[in-house]
């Protein structure tokens, strides 16, 4: 699993407008930010029985943007579908969160993070994109397999990887998908 640090490092060299990444409890001390990406760890900073700090466990991200119309939206991202927790959707109000439903990465398969910050650079910055936030997250979703529908979850993870190639083959890095 990505950390805060690799998940803000990444952002930054794929052009992600992030201004958000730690645990859930962590954004009620937060100030929304139109056109701005919050990823989201879903575990709390401390195990409400132990009081022992959370290592992670699984990332999700938002966006709210405003545009010169005055339309504010905002979508909320996880690759396995989820609709968004009450953390998420009280720091969004009084502006509704609508959610993908589709179910693309494997349950044995380590890499939310990724699929957060594709997700985030497709609605960001990706050429393809027709800067309207439902259309873009509509447009990101289909080009993966629904693990409800089908088992082919390498192809899903085999389209991933490709967000995280560069163009210049000399700043290639291995990236564990």
């Known amino acids: 699993m990505l950390s805060d640090i690799e998940v803000r490092e990444l952002a930054r060299r794929m052009s992600v407008p992030l201004v958000f990444s730690s645990f859930k409890d962590n954004l009620a001390r937060e100030t929304l930010q ?98 309207h936030l439902f259309a873009d997250s509509e447009q990101f979703t289909c080009l993966f397999e629904d693990l409800n529908k089908s088992n082919d979850h390498k192809r899903n993870e085999w389209v991933l990887k490709h967000f995280f190639r560069s163009d210049n083959p000399a700043r290639r890095t291995p990236v564990e998908v």
């Open 34 to 131: 139109y056109n701005k990406s919050y990823v989201v760890n879903m575990q709390s900073t401390t195990d409400p029985e132990t009081g022992k700090e959370n290592q992670g466990s699984h990332y999700v991200c938002f966006q709210c943007n405003r545009y010169p119309s005055g339309e504010k939206m905002c979508i909320y991202f996880d690759s396995y579908g989820m609709p968004p927790p009450e953390e998420v959707k009280q720091f969004c109000a009084p502006t509704k969160v609508h959610w993908n439903t589709k179910d693309i990465q494997s349950l044995m398969a380590d890499c939310c993070g990724y699929f957060c910050l594709a997700f985030l650079h497709f609605i960001n910055s990706c050429p393809q994109r027709t800067g």
